[in-house]
């Protein structure tokens, strides 16, 4: 899960997995597999980002 910021200031938790596209319209919209539409404060390549550290937490192997 990652937090991302609404254009109106408030926060939400999005399943990084169910993100089917990003982009920069200017506005960054975050596509979801249902078609669902987002339009968030973060730049594309911060999303982009946190969806990676996202996926990389989860095949994290403790030392």
């Known amino acids: 899960m990652i937090r991302l910021t609404r254009l109106n200031g408030k926060e939400f938790v999005v399943n990084a997995e169910m993100i089917q596209?990003?982009?920069s319209t200017p506005d960054t919209v975050v596509t979801l597999v249902n078609n669902?539409?987002?339009v968030v404060?973060?730049?594309v390549q911060e999303v982009v980002d946190r969806?990676?550290?996202y996926?990389?937490?989860l095949r994290a192997f403790p030392v």
């Open 21 to 23: 596209f990003i982009e």
């Open 36 to 38: 669902e539409k987002v």
């Open 41 to 43: 404060r973060e730049e």
């Open 51 to 53: 969806a990676i550290r």
């Open 55 to 57: 996926g990389r937490s």
